[in-house]
Protein backbone atom coordinates (compact mmCIF):
# COMPACT_ATOMS: atom_id res chain seq x y z
CA UNK A 1 0.00 0.00 0.00
CA UNK A 2 1.16 3.19 -0.92
CA UNK A 3 0.69 5.59 1.89
CA UNK A 4 0.65 8.94 -0.48
CA UNK A 5 -2.11 8.00 -2.58
CA UNK A 6 -4.43 7.12 1.18
CA UNK A 7 -3.25 10.26 2.37
CA UNK A 8 -4.29 11.60 -0.62
CA UNK A 9 -8.00 10.70 -1.18
CA UNK A 10 -8.47 10.98 2.65
CA UNK A 11 -7.65 14.93 1.77
CA UNK A 12 -10.25 14.38 -0.38
CA UNK A 13 -12.64 13.61 2.28
CA UNK A 14 -11.14 16.03 4.40
CA UNK A 15 -12.01 18.52 2.02
CA UNK A 16 -15.43 18.06 1.27
CA UNK A 17 -16.39 18.02 4.87
CA UNK A 18 -14.43 21.03 5.96
CA UNK A 19 -16.54 22.80 3.04
CA UNK A 20 -19.99 21.37 3.80
CA UNK A 21 -21.59 22.42 6.83
CA UNK A 22 -24.49 20.21 6.45
CA UNK A 23 -22.50 17.45 6.03
CA UNK A 24 -20.87 18.38 9.50
CA UNK A 25 -24.15 18.77 11.29
CA UNK A 26 -25.36 15.53 10.15
CA UNK A 27 -22.38 14.18 11.94
CA UNK A 28 -23.83 15.49 15.47
CA UNK A 29 -27.42 15.80 14.89
CA UNK A 30 -28.96 12.23 15.19
CA UNK A 31 -25.83 11.70 18.36
CA UNK A 32 -27.17 14.41 20.11
CA UNK A 33 -30.53 14.16 19.28
CA UNK A 34 -30.72 10.46 20.75
CA UNK A 35 -28.60 10.96 23.59
CA UNK A 36 -30.74 13.82 24.77
CA UNK A 37 -34.04 12.55 24.43
CA UNK A 38 -33.01 8.71 25.70
CA UNK A 39 -30.69 10.20 28.05
CA UNK A 40 -34.07 12.21 29.97
CA UNK A 41 -36.15 9.34 29.60
CA UNK A 42 -33.12 7.40 31.13
CA UNK A 43 -33.19 9.98 34.12
CA UNK A 44 -36.49 9.92 34.44
CA UNK A 45 -37.16 6.13 34.73
CA UNK A 46 -33.91 5.90 37.04
CA UNK A 47 -35.68 7.62 39.40
CA UNK A 48 -37.98 3.83 39.85
CA UNK A 49 -34.27 2.26 39.76
CA UNK A 50 -34.43 0.03 43.08
CA UNK A 51 -34.54 -2.91 41.29
CA UNK A 52 -32.23 -2.38 38.97
CA UNK A 53 -29.14 -0.33 39.99
CA UNK A 54 -26.80 1.57 37.02
CA UNK A 55 -29.51 1.58 34.79
CA UNK A 56 -28.51 5.41 33.81
CA UNK A 57 -24.80 3.96 33.25
CA UNK A 58 -26.13 0.83 30.94
CA UNK A 59 -28.57 3.27 29.08
CA UNK A 60 -25.89 5.92 28.41
CA UNK A 61 -23.15 3.32 27.83
CA UNK A 62 -25.25 1.45 25.74
CA UNK A 63 -25.88 4.95 23.38
CA UNK A 64 -22.42 6.02 23.13
CA UNK A 65 -20.88 2.92 22.08
CA UNK A 66 -23.98 2.04 20.18
CA UNK A 67 -22.81 5.21 18.08
CA UNK A 68 -19.49 4.77 17.83
CA UNK A 69 -20.50 1.26 15.77
CA UNK A 70 -23.04 3.08 13.69
CA UNK A 71 -20.43 5.87 12.85
CA UNK A 72 -17.98 3.52 12.19
CA UNK A 73 -20.26 1.70 9.91
CA UNK A 74 -21.33 4.81 8.12
CA UNK A 75 -17.99 6.81 7.85
CA UNK A 76 -17.31 3.74 5.73
CA UNK A 77 -20.08 3.30 3.58
CA UNK A 78 -20.64 6.79 2.92
CA UNK A 79 -17.17 7.01 1.25
CA UNK A 80 -18.03 4.89 -1.45
CA UNK A 81 -21.25 6.31 -1.57
CA UNK A 82 -19.32 10.06 -2.03
CA UNK A 83 -17.88 8.79 -5.06
CA UNK A 84 -21.15 7.09 -6.45
CA UNK A 85 -23.05 10.49 -5.92
CA UNK A 86 -20.26 12.43 -7.31
CA UNK A 87 -19.53 10.20 -10.22
CA UNK A 88 -16.05 10.10 -9.53
CA UNK A 89 -15.53 6.24 -9.00
CA UNK A 90 -14.05 5.80 -12.32
CA UNK A 91 -11.94 8.48 -12.03
CA UNK A 92 -10.20 6.90 -8.85
CA UNK A 93 -10.08 2.99 -10.76
CA UNK A 94 -8.37 4.03 -13.62
CA UNK A 95 -5.73 5.96 -11.05
CA UNK A 96 -2.99 3.61 -9.80
CA UNK A 97 -5.38 3.50 -6.41
CA UNK A 98 -5.25 0.37 -5.27
CA UNK A 99 -8.77 -1.12 -4.03
CA UNK A 100 -6.81 -1.66 -0.48
CA UNK A 101 -5.82 1.92 -0.32
CA UNK A 102 -9.16 3.14 -1.10
CA UNK A 103 -10.99 1.18 1.70
CA UNK A 104 -7.98 2.19 4.00
CA UNK A 105 -8.16 6.06 3.17
CA UNK A 106 -12.58 5.08 3.72
CA UNK A 107 -11.33 3.79 6.97
CA UNK A 108 -9.23 6.82 8.02
CA UNK A 109 -11.85 8.88 7.21
CA UNK A 110 -14.38 6.79 9.36
CA UNK A 111 -11.68 7.13 12.22
CA UNK A 112 -12.09 10.93 11.64
CA UNK A 113 -15.90 10.71 12.00
CA UNK A 114 -16.17 8.56 14.82
CA UNK A 115 -13.56 10.67 17.00
CA UNK A 116 -15.76 13.89 16.34
CA UNK A 117 -18.71 12.39 17.06
CA UNK A 118 -17.77 10.22 20.58
CA UNK A 119 -16.08 13.41 21.67
CA UNK A 120 -19.56 15.46 21.35
CA UNK A 121 -21.69 13.07 22.89
CA UNK A 122 -19.37 11.73 25.59
CA UNK A 123 -19.40 15.35 26.49
CA UNK A 124 -22.93 15.87 26.84
CA UNK A 125 -23.16 12.95 28.40
CA UNK A 126 -20.85 13.95 31.27
CA UNK A 127 -22.46 17.62 31.64
CA UNK A 128 -26.13 16.68 31.20
CA UNK A 129 -26.13 13.41 32.87
CA UNK A 130 -23.12 13.21 34.88
CA UNK A 131 -22.30 10.14 33.02
CA UNK A 132 -18.66 9.72 32.55
CA UNK A 133 -17.97 6.54 30.40
CA UNK A 134 -14.33 6.82 31.45
CA UNK A 135 -15.39 4.66 34.57
CA UNK A 136 -15.20 1.88 32.15
CA UNK A 137 -11.09 2.87 32.30
CA UNK A 138 -8.96 1.04 30.03
CA UNK A 139 -12.02 -1.22 28.88
CA UNK A 140 -13.04 1.60 27.43
CA UNK A 141 -10.53 1.77 24.44
CA UNK A 142 -11.21 -2.54 24.15
CA UNK A 143 -14.55 -2.03 23.56
CA UNK A 144 -14.51 1.06 21.06
CA UNK A 145 -11.45 -0.77 19.31
CA UNK A 146 -14.16 -3.93 18.54
CA UNK A 147 -17.04 -1.94 17.76
CA UNK A 148 -14.71 0.17 15.20
CA UNK A 149 -13.48 -2.96 13.82
CA UNK A 150 -17.08 -4.49 13.49
CA UNK A 151 -18.23 -1.24 11.75
CA UNK A 152 -15.00 -1.48 9.54
CA UNK A 153 -16.54 -4.98 8.44
CA UNK A 154 -20.19 -4.03 8.34
CA UNK A 155 -19.47 -0.71 6.30
CA UNK A 156 -17.48 -3.18 3.89
CA UNK A 157 -19.74 -5.25 3.30
CA UNK A 158 -22.44 -2.75 2.90
CA UNK A 159 -20.63 -0.60 0.03
CA UNK A 160 -19.87 -4.18 -2.02
CA UNK A 161 -23.82 -4.61 -2.16
CA UNK A 162 -24.08 -0.73 -3.12
CA UNK A 163 -21.19 -1.72 -5.69
CA UNK A 164 -23.68 -5.04 -6.29
CA UNK A 165 -26.73 -3.31 -6.47
CA UNK A 166 -26.60 0.11 -7.55
CA UNK A 167 -27.26 3.38 -6.12
CA UNK A 168 -30.71 2.03 -5.16
CA UNK A 169 -29.23 0.11 -2.69
CA UNK A 170 -27.51 2.84 -0.47
CA UNK A 171 -30.19 2.95 1.72
CA UNK A 172 -28.55 0.31 3.11
CA UNK A 173 -25.59 2.53 4.56
CA UNK A 174 -28.15 3.88 7.21
CA UNK A 175 -30.26 1.01 7.54
CA UNK A 176 -28.96 -2.32 7.84
CA UNK A 177 -27.21 -2.07 10.97
CA UNK A 178 -30.34 -1.67 12.43
CA UNK A 179 -31.13 -4.94 11.73
CA UNK A 180 -29.20 -6.65 14.16
CA UNK A 181 -29.54 -3.58 17.10
CA UNK A 182 -32.54 -5.94 18.54
CA UNK A 183 -30.22 -8.47 19.31
CA UNK A 184 -27.03 -7.26 19.95
CA UNK A 185 -28.24 -6.65 23.46
CA UNK A 186 -27.15 -2.24 22.95
CA UNK A 187 -29.87 -2.02 26.31
CA UNK A 188 -31.11 -5.02 27.52
CA UNK A 189 -28.66 -8.12 28.32
CA UNK A 190 -29.05 -11.21 25.88
CA UNK A 191 -30.56 -13.30 28.65
CA UNK A 192 -33.96 -11.09 27.75
CA UNK A 193 -33.90 -12.68 24.21
CA UNK A 194 -35.73 -15.56 23.37
CA UNK A 195 -33.91 -18.71 23.04
CA UNK A 196 -34.11 -18.98 19.79
CA UNK A 197 -32.38 -15.37 19.04
CA UNK A 198 -29.63 -16.04 21.95
CA UNK A 199 -27.11 -18.03 19.49
CA UNK A 200 -28.04 -15.04 16.71
CA UNK A 201 -26.91 -12.61 19.43
CA UNK A 202 -23.93 -14.77 20.48
CA UNK A 203 -22.77 -14.36 16.84
CA UNK A 204 -22.91 -10.74 16.64
CA UNK A 205 -19.45 -9.25 18.19
CA UNK A 206 -21.27 -6.35 19.57
CA UNK A 207 -23.14 -8.01 21.59
CA UNK A 208 -20.12 -9.30 23.31
CA UNK A 209 -19.02 -5.55 24.19
CA UNK A 210 -22.61 -4.70 25.64
CA UNK A 211 -22.41 -7.43 27.63
CA UNK A 212 -18.89 -7.29 28.66
CA UNK A 213 -19.96 -3.19 29.04
CA UNK A 214 -22.57 -4.06 31.79
CA UNK A 215 -20.18 -6.36 33.46
CA UNK A 216 -16.91 -3.83 34.20
CA UNK A 217 -20.11 -1.06 35.13
CA UNK A 218 -21.13 -3.30 38.00
CA UNK A 219 -17.62 -3.77 38.64
CA UNK A 220 -17.93 -7.20 38.02
CA UNK A 221 -15.12 -9.51 36.48
CA UNK A 222 -12.90 -8.26 33.87
CA UNK A 223 -14.96 -9.16 30.48
CA UNK A 224 -12.03 -11.05 29.41
CA UNK A 225 -14.27 -14.21 27.58
CA UNK A 226 -16.68 -11.31 25.90
CA UNK A 227 -13.56 -9.19 24.49
CA UNK A 228 -11.88 -12.31 22.92
CA UNK A 229 -14.82 -13.44 21.41
CA UNK A 230 -15.84 -9.88 19.97
CA UNK A 231 -12.64 -9.59 18.42
CA UNK A 232 -12.28 -13.01 17.60
CA UNK A 233 -15.84 -12.59 15.91
CA UNK A 234 -14.45 -9.11 14.36
CA UNK A 235 -11.60 -11.10 12.60
CA UNK A 236 -13.98 -13.51 11.13
CA UNK A 237 -15.93 -10.71 9.62
CA UNK A 238 -13.55 -8.57 8.71
CA UNK A 239 -11.75 -11.42 6.71
CA UNK A 240 -15.54 -12.00 5.08
CA UNK A 241 -16.26 -8.49 4.57
CA UNK A 242 -12.57 -8.27 2.54
CA UNK A 243 -13.16 -11.33 0.57
CA UNK A 244 -17.36 -10.17 -0.56
CA UNK A 245 -15.80 -6.66 -1.45
CA UNK A 246 -13.23 -8.29 -3.86
CA UNK A 247 -15.59 -10.65 -5.23
CA UNK A 248 -17.83 -8.51 -6.09
CA UNK A 249 -15.24 -5.72 -7.63
CA UNK A 250 -14.46 -8.70 -9.88
CA UNK A 251 -17.70 -9.81 -10.88
CA UNK A 252 -18.47 -5.57 -11.14
CA UNK A 253 -15.65 -5.47 -14.46
CA UNK A 254 -16.76 -8.43 -15.41
CA UNK A 255 -20.44 -7.57 -16.25
CA UNK A 256 -19.25 -3.87 -16.76
CA UNK A 257 -20.85 -2.60 -13.77
CA UNK A 258 -18.31 -0.08 -12.75
CA UNK A 259 -19.45 2.08 -15.71
CA UNK A 260 -23.03 1.80 -14.48
CA UNK A 261 -22.48 3.57 -11.24
CA UNK A 262 -24.84 6.09 -10.43
CA UNK A 263 -27.90 4.27 -12.29
CA UNK B 1 12.67 -3.33 -25.95
CA UNK B 2 13.19 -1.47 -29.04
CA UNK B 3 10.79 1.79 -28.48
CA UNK B 4 10.71 2.36 -32.35
CA UNK B 5 8.72 -0.52 -33.12
CA UNK B 6 6.86 -1.44 -29.58
CA UNK B 7 3.38 0.11 -30.02
CA UNK B 8 1.92 1.98 -26.99
CA UNK B 9 -1.20 0.35 -26.81
CA UNK B 10 -1.89 -3.19 -28.91
CA UNK B 11 -4.63 -5.55 -28.35
CA UNK B 12 -5.31 -8.98 -29.56
CA UNK B 13 -8.58 -10.19 -30.43
CA UNK B 14 -10.15 -8.75 -27.44
CA UNK B 15 -13.27 -9.83 -27.00
CA UNK B 16 -16.34 -9.19 -24.48
CA UNK B 17 -19.53 -11.09 -23.92
CA UNK B 18 -22.41 -10.00 -21.89
CA UNK B 19 -24.78 -12.87 -20.99
CA UNK B 20 -25.77 -13.41 -24.56
CA UNK B 21 -24.51 -9.86 -26.13
CA UNK B 22 -21.32 -9.95 -28.26
CA UNK B 23 -20.52 -6.25 -26.84
CA UNK B 24 -16.59 -6.52 -28.58
CA UNK B 25 -15.82 -9.24 -31.01
CA UNK B 26 -12.77 -10.36 -31.41
CA UNK B 27 -11.14 -6.67 -31.99
CA UNK B 28 -7.39 -6.46 -32.94
CA UNK B 29 -5.59 -3.32 -33.63
CA UNK B 30 -2.34 -0.99 -32.62
CA UNK B 31 -1.45 2.76 -31.71
CA UNK B 32 1.62 3.84 -32.45
CA UNK B 33 3.19 5.98 -29.60
CA UNK B 34 2.95 9.47 -30.50
CA UNK B 35 -0.50 8.71 -32.34
CA UNK B 36 -3.60 10.49 -31.92
CA UNK B 37 -6.12 7.13 -32.46
CA UNK B 38 -9.39 7.47 -32.99
CA UNK B 39 -12.17 4.67 -32.13
CA UNK B 40 -15.50 5.73 -33.93
CA UNK B 41 -18.59 3.92 -34.24
CA UNK B 42 -22.70 4.45 -33.64
CA UNK B 43 -24.06 3.94 -29.74
CA UNK B 44 -23.64 -0.04 -29.00
CA UNK B 45 -20.54 0.07 -31.22
CA UNK B 46 -18.26 -1.03 -28.41
CA UNK B 47 -16.38 1.54 -28.59
CA UNK B 48 -17.18 2.42 -24.90
CA UNK B 49 -16.57 -0.90 -23.84
CA UNK B 50 -13.22 -1.64 -25.82
CA UNK B 51 -11.70 1.61 -24.08
CA UNK B 52 -12.87 0.13 -20.22
CA UNK B 53 -11.19 -2.34 -21.17
CA UNK B 54 -8.08 -0.65 -21.94
CA UNK B 55 -8.25 0.94 -18.54
CA UNK B 56 -9.31 -2.19 -16.40
CA UNK B 57 -12.34 -0.85 -15.57
CA UNK B 58 -13.83 -4.26 -17.47
CA UNK B 59 -12.07 -7.35 -17.57
CA UNK B 60 -12.51 -8.78 -20.97
CA UNK B 61 -13.86 -12.35 -21.94
CA UNK B 62 -10.69 -13.51 -23.89
CA UNK B 63 -8.01 -11.31 -25.73
CA UNK B 64 -4.50 -9.62 -25.02
CA UNK B 65 -4.43 -5.79 -23.82
CA UNK B 66 -0.52 -4.83 -23.79
CA UNK B 67 -0.36 -0.77 -22.83
CA UNK B 68 3.39 0.24 -22.66
CA UNK B 69 4.74 -3.63 -23.14
CA UNK B 70 2.49 -4.54 -19.69
CA UNK B 71 -0.49 -6.26 -19.37
CA UNK B 72 -3.27 -6.31 -16.99
CA UNK B 73 -3.43 -7.23 -13.81
CA UNK B 74 -0.05 -7.82 -13.07
CA UNK B 75 0.76 -4.55 -14.30
CA UNK B 76 -2.28 -2.64 -13.71
CA UNK B 77 -0.36 -0.41 -11.42
CA UNK B 78 2.38 0.52 -13.55
CA UNK B 79 0.27 1.45 -16.44
CA UNK B 80 -2.55 3.34 -14.46
CA UNK B 81 0.81 5.77 -13.45
CA UNK B 82 1.85 5.88 -16.83
CA UNK B 83 -1.60 6.73 -18.71
CA UNK B 84 -4.58 8.75 -17.91
CA UNK B 85 -8.77 9.25 -19.18
CA UNK B 86 -10.70 12.13 -19.24
CA UNK B 87 -14.65 11.49 -20.24
CA UNK B 88 -17.48 13.99 -20.55
CA UNK B 89 -19.48 11.81 -18.57
CA UNK B 90 -17.60 11.47 -15.28
CA UNK B 91 -17.06 14.43 -13.25
CA UNK B 92 -14.91 15.12 -10.33
CA UNK B 93 -16.45 15.75 -6.71
CA UNK B 94 -18.24 19.02 -7.68
CA UNK B 95 -18.32 20.17 -3.90
CA UNK B 96 -14.37 20.56 -4.18
CA UNK B 97 -11.93 23.35 -5.42
CA UNK B 98 -10.13 22.90 -8.70
CA UNK B 99 -7.43 23.49 -6.66
CA UNK B 100 -8.46 20.49 -3.97
CA UNK B 101 -9.73 18.49 -6.60
CA UNK B 102 -5.98 18.23 -8.21
CA UNK B 103 -4.27 18.19 -5.28
CA UNK B 104 -6.15 14.73 -4.72
CA UNK B 105 -5.18 13.82 -8.26
CA UNK B 106 -1.63 14.87 -7.66
CA UNK B 107 -1.20 12.60 -4.82
CA UNK B 108 -3.07 9.89 -6.30
CA UNK B 109 -0.17 9.62 -9.32
CA UNK B 110 2.34 10.34 -7.10
CA UNK B 111 3.15 13.80 -8.57
CA UNK B 112 6.32 15.27 -7.91
CA UNK B 113 6.14 18.96 -6.87
CA UNK B 114 2.41 18.67 -7.15
CA UNK B 115 2.08 22.73 -6.37
CA UNK B 116 4.50 23.92 -9.41
CA UNK B 117 2.78 21.04 -11.54
CA UNK B 118 -0.85 22.21 -10.84
CA UNK B 119 0.22 25.95 -11.44
CA UNK B 120 1.78 24.32 -14.90
CA UNK B 121 -2.04 22.82 -15.82
CA UNK B 122 -4.18 25.72 -14.61
CA UNK B 123 -1.94 28.08 -16.64
CA UNK B 124 -1.68 26.12 -19.84
CA UNK B 125 -5.70 25.61 -19.19
CA UNK B 126 -6.03 29.27 -18.24
CA UNK B 127 -7.73 28.48 -14.80
CA UNK B 128 -5.65 30.05 -12.73
CA UNK B 129 -8.27 32.53 -12.01
CA UNK B 130 -10.85 29.57 -11.14
CA UNK B 131 -8.16 27.62 -8.45
CA UNK B 132 -10.24 28.56 -5.72
CA UNK B 133 -13.56 27.77 -7.55
CA UNK B 134 -15.83 24.81 -7.09
CA UNK B 135 -15.65 22.66 -9.67
CA UNK B 136 -19.92 22.64 -9.44
CA UNK B 137 -19.92 26.00 -9.84
CA UNK B 138 -17.86 25.89 -13.59
CA UNK B 139 -19.37 26.58 -16.50
CA UNK B 140 -19.74 22.96 -18.91
CA UNK B 141 -16.18 24.04 -20.88
CA UNK B 142 -14.15 25.39 -18.12
CA UNK B 143 -14.68 21.80 -16.48
CA UNK B 144 -14.15 20.04 -19.27
CA UNK B 145 -11.09 21.87 -19.17
CA UNK B 146 -10.37 21.24 -15.07
CA UNK B 147 -11.09 17.46 -16.11
CA UNK B 148 -8.28 17.84 -18.60
CA UNK B 149 -5.69 19.20 -16.37
CA UNK B 150 -6.48 16.17 -14.29
CA UNK B 151 -5.87 14.23 -17.10
CA UNK B 152 -2.86 15.49 -17.88
CA UNK B 153 -1.32 16.07 -14.58
CA UNK B 154 0.97 13.02 -14.36
CA UNK B 155 2.16 14.16 -17.52
CA UNK B 156 0.76 10.87 -19.53
CA UNK B 157 2.41 8.63 -21.94
CA UNK B 158 -0.92 7.19 -23.11
CA UNK B 159 -4.29 9.30 -22.65
CA UNK B 160 -8.06 7.95 -23.24
CA UNK B 161 -10.38 10.38 -23.92
CA UNK B 162 -14.04 9.78 -24.10
CA UNK B 163 -16.12 12.51 -26.12
CA UNK B 164 -14.05 15.49 -24.43
CA UNK B 165 -15.62 17.85 -26.30
CA UNK B 166 -19.23 16.43 -26.25
CA UNK B 167 -21.22 18.96 -23.96
CA UNK B 168 -19.13 22.01 -25.47
CA UNK B 169 -20.45 24.94 -27.61
CA UNK B 170 -18.03 24.69 -31.16
CA UNK B 171 -16.21 27.83 -30.01
CA UNK B 172 -15.22 25.75 -26.63
CA UNK B 173 -14.62 22.82 -28.60
CA UNK B 174 -12.19 24.45 -30.75
CA UNK B 175 -10.35 25.91 -27.96
CA UNK B 176 -10.59 22.43 -26.01
CA UNK B 177 -8.72 20.76 -29.09
CA UNK B 178 -6.15 23.44 -29.88
CA UNK B 179 -4.95 23.01 -26.35
CA UNK B 180 -5.05 19.26 -26.23
CA UNK B 181 -2.91 19.36 -29.34
CA UNK B 182 -0.32 21.78 -28.56
CA UNK B 183 -0.26 19.66 -25.16
CA UNK B 184 -0.07 16.55 -27.15
CA UNK B 185 2.58 17.39 -29.72
CA UNK B 186 4.64 18.95 -27.16
CA UNK B 187 5.10 15.43 -25.45
CA UNK B 188 4.37 13.01 -28.25
CA UNK B 189 2.22 11.57 -26.36
CA UNK B 190 -0.44 8.78 -27.86
CA UNK B 191 -3.23 9.64 -27.47
CA UNK B 192 -6.81 7.58 -27.86
CA UNK B 193 -9.74 9.12 -28.24
CA UNK B 194 -13.82 8.21 -29.14
CA UNK B 195 -16.59 11.06 -30.46
CA UNK B 196 -19.38 11.13 -31.99
CA UNK B 197 -17.93 14.68 -33.87
CA UNK B 198 -16.52 13.62 -36.87
CA UNK B 199 -14.77 16.66 -37.89
CA UNK B 200 -13.34 16.74 -34.27
CA UNK B 201 -11.73 13.13 -35.28
CA UNK B 202 -10.68 14.50 -39.17
CA UNK B 203 -9.06 17.51 -37.57
CA UNK B 204 -7.40 15.36 -34.62
CA UNK B 205 -6.99 11.51 -35.89
CA UNK B 206 -3.60 10.32 -37.33
CA UNK B 207 -5.50 7.36 -37.82
CA UNK B 208 -9.12 5.80 -36.82
CA UNK B 209 -10.77 2.43 -36.30
CA UNK B 210 -14.29 1.84 -37.37
CA UNK B 211 -15.84 -0.47 -35.38
CA UNK B 212 -19.55 -1.92 -36.07
CA UNK B 213 -21.13 -4.38 -33.61
CA UNK B 214 -18.09 -5.17 -31.71
CA UNK B 215 -16.24 -6.03 -34.83
CA UNK B 216 -13.31 -3.95 -36.86
CA UNK B 217 -14.67 -2.78 -40.11
CA UNK B 218 -12.10 -0.52 -41.35
CA UNK B 219 -8.79 0.97 -39.88
CA UNK B 220 -6.92 3.75 -41.65
CA UNK B 221 -6.45 7.28 -42.09
CA UNK B 222 -9.21 9.90 -42.46
CA UNK B 223 -8.36 9.81 -46.31
CA UNK B 224 -8.19 5.51 -46.41
CA UNK B 225 -11.33 5.52 -44.82
CA UNK B 226 -12.72 8.03 -46.89
CA UNK B 227 -11.84 6.08 -49.88
CA UNK B 228 -12.31 2.63 -48.86
CA UNK B 229 -16.08 3.77 -48.27
CA UNK B 230 -16.72 6.15 -51.54
CA UNK B 231 -17.18 8.78 -49.22
CA UNK B 232 -16.78 12.33 -49.20
CA UNK B 233 -16.62 13.20 -45.30
CA UNK B 234 -16.19 10.89 -42.42
CA UNK B 235 -20.06 12.26 -41.24
CA UNK B 236 -20.94 10.90 -44.29
CA UNK B 237 -18.95 7.09 -43.46
CA UNK B 238 -20.31 7.67 -40.53
CA UNK B 239 -23.99 7.54 -41.19
CA UNK B 240 -23.16 5.39 -44.32
CA UNK B 241 -22.01 2.51 -42.09
CA UNK B 242 -24.51 3.31 -39.09
CA UNK B 243 -27.21 2.64 -41.43
CA UNK B 244 -26.24 -0.56 -42.28
CA UNK B 245 -25.49 0.37 -46.01
CA UNK B 246 -21.71 -0.94 -45.49
CA UNK B 247 -22.74 -4.28 -45.33
Same mark, same amino acid.
Given at each position: ???????G?????FYL?????P???????????D????G?V?????R?????????A??????V????L? =????????????E?????L????????????F???????????V?FT?C??L???????????L???A?L???M???????????I????????F?Q??????????????P???V??????LP??????????P???VF?????????G??????????????????????????AT????? =?????????? | ???????????R???K????????????????A?Q???????N?A??T?T?AM???L???? +??????LG????????????R??????????????T?WE?L??F????????P????HE?????????????????? +??????????????????????????????????????????????????M?????????????Q??????F??K??R???????????H???? +?????????A???S?
Amino acid at each position: MNPRRILGLTLRYFYLYRSSVPRLLEQLYWPVVDIMVWGFVTLYLSRFEGALPNFLAYFLGGLVLWDILF =RSQIGVSVAYLEEVWSRNLLNLFVSPLRPSEFLAASVAIAIMRVAFTTCVTLAIAWWMYDFSALVMGAWLWAFMGSLVLMGWAMGIFISSLIMRFGQGAESLAWGLIFLIQPVAAVFYPVSVLPAVLQPVSAAIPASHVFEGMRQVLDGGAAPVHHLMMAYSLNLAYMIGALLFFYATLAEAK =REGRLLRVGE | MNQQTTPAVSVRHLTKQFGDALAVNDLSFEVAAGQIYGLLGANGAGKTTTLAMLLNLITPT +SGEISILGEQYPAGRERILSRVNFSSTYVSLPLRLTVWENLRVFAALYGIKRPKQRIHEMVERFELTYALKTRVGEL +SSGQKTRVYLAKALLNDPEVLFLDEPTASLDPDMADKTRTLLLQAQQERGMTVLITSHNMAEMEQLCNRLLFIDKGKRLMEGTVVEIREHFGQD +SLEDVFLHVARGESL
